[in-house]
């Protein structure tokens, strides 16, 4: 067979300022045709999975088009539509079947469903098209999405250390009903709930215990696939929330059991979804009191990978306000002061406002920069390949990227935005993180792929920005009402 294998990835955070051109995609990984499949061909990527599947398969692989940006704001309309064509226009000259690599909550000028649209384009042209997808476990779940395919999947993990693995099962799961020529059946079922991305993570609850249930589900030799899908609470559109979804052979009433079950169980652990924080200056003074290091210190509401601004230096500045010592920032998104810290060099003394350039209109912030003077301490051109368990083998770029070293702190700017879920965010400009009494990282919950086992303990900083987990700072218009936390509900 033909089978067509393609990545249109984007976490869209409505309430983000950052453009989200397709420049913006191209700059940090995308690729067209064959350079997209060796570009991502022997990665840990749901695309490399379908084409070792495929071809393992003896099939013929066609890779029109892998491009996946850093979450920011809206899609702009040319960048969508670039993508998306891509896509149709391998459809249009005909393909056997496709294995997509898409997030799932991707909000675009033209559409709040950029995934749904997506799917729904491919089948006007080809109805009968076999579809497989893998999704983001921040997926949210819409019917266009679940309508136009075949059988889909999500990562059950946050971090997402198992993307291969996922899309090995689903490009196996289309391959089989293909060859055994029977329809997947898919139920899917969503709970009134906006979950927090901060209470996701794999290894906590309340979600270490709904992943384990799908994780139970498919020990059923009916059920293909089980996914629980935590959704984008920041992609402000009607669909956004949980769900669950169940991919079944031959038995619709084991599926809607299933789904049932996993989503009744979401909506009773609903307000362990809800992040509840405490004072920045309280967290950084028990950060001080503690002696073995790393200690993670999350400024998680300025997390670029759930899209921030990455620039914003509320937490930056209590550090040192506070004292902290021996202490590794990653990272600062300026390219003004990169550029600035170039053309001092290396080793010479710069002062400058670092961070800062960004308004932040939907939680009325205004960009606030902060003075600082310091020794520059590395410039590079910001390349490197993910070794740990993230996107292993993916080669990244921050962007040139310089070191500023200020009263114990050495901070990494990057040119490029990028959350850092790798420990190559500072082995690429020197810094040994694993020495560091703390490591300040402006992530939510995929830090844990590069950093847990190196840290000795971690607080969450509440800071400012646009990946807030206080719903209070943030104007929810599009999301369907009532929704928990949102509005106060008993019964779904």
Request: with cysteine; hydrophobic share 40%.
């Amino acid at each position: 067979m033909r089978i067509l294998v393609a990545m249109m990835k984007h976490e869209t955070n409505t309430f983000s300022p950052i453009p989200t051109s397709l420049d913006r995609f191209f700059e940090w990984g995308g690729h067209l045709g064959d350079d997209a499949y060796h570009a991502y061909k022997g990665t840990s990527m749901p695309f490399s999975a379908y084409i070792d599947v495929a071809e393992a398969s003896g099939h013929e692989v066609i890779t029109p088009i892998a491009a996946e940006a850093m979450p920011s704001g809206i899609v702009q309309a040319e960048a969508y539509n670039f993508m998306k064509e891509k896509i149709l226009d391998a459809v249009r000259i005909g393909v056997d079947a496709a294995l997509l690599d898409l997030h799932g909550a991707m909000v675009c000028e033209t559409t709040d469903d950029g995934e749904g649209t997506l799917l729904h384009e491919m089948r006007r042209i080809d109805p009968q098209l076999p579809i497989g997808v893998t999704y983001d476990l921040h997926a949210n779940l819409t019917q266009k999405m679940v309508e136009n395919c075949t059988c889909l999947i999500g990562y059950k993990t946050y971090p997402h250390i198992d993307m291969y693995e996922v899309g090995s099962q689903i490009a196996r799961i289309l391959l089989d009903s293909i060859k055994e020529n029977y329809e997947p059946i898919i139920c899917w079922a969503r709970p009134p709930v906006l979950a927090q991305t901060l209470r996701m993570g794999h290894s906590d609850e309340p979600m270490k215990s709904i992943l384990a249930l799908a994780k139970e589900a498919e020990k059923d030799p009916k059920v293909l696939a089980a996914t629980v899908f935590g959704g984008f609470p920041l992609a402000d559109f009607e669909d956004a929330g949980s769900s669950a979804c169940i991919v079944a052979k031959g038995d619709a009433n084991l599926a809607k059991d299933w789904c049932d079950k996993i989503v009744k169980q979401i909506w009773e652990n609903r307000r362990e979804f809800v992040y509840s924080g405490r004072p920045l200056s309280e967290a950084l003074t028990y950060a001080k009191s503690l002696k073995d290091g790393p200690t993670i210190l999350l400024d998680h509401a300025d997390n670029v990978g759930s899209g921030g601004t990455q620039d914003v230096m509320t937490v930056i500045e209590e550090v040192l306000n506070a004292g902290l010592e021996d202490v590794a920032v990653a990272a600062v998104y300026d390219p003004e002061a990169v550029n600035l810290m170039a053309e001092a060099g290396v080793g010479r003394a710069i002062s400058l406002d670092l961070g800062g350039k960004a308004d932040m209109p939907s939680i009325n912030k205004k960009g606030k920069p902060l003075r600082l003077k310091g020794i520059v301490k590395t410039l590079t051109n910001g390349e490197w390949i993910v070794r740990g368990p993230m996107y292993t083998g993916v080669k990244v770029s921050m962007g040139n990227t310089a070191v500023l070293e200020v009263e114990g702190i050495e901070i990494v700017i990057t040119s490029k935005h990028h959350e850092p879920w790798d420990t190559g965010v500072f082995t690429s400009v020197g810094i040994q993180p694993d020495k560091k009494r703390y490591l300040l990282l402006k992530s939510r919950i995929h830090y844990r792929a590069g950093f847990e086992q190196l840290a000795k303990n971690t607080i969450t900083c509440d800071g400012e920005g646009v990946t807030t987990s206080d719903n209070y700072l943030l104007d929810f218009r599009k999301v369907r009402r009532p929704i928990y936390p949102l509005d106060n509900i008993n019964e779904p």
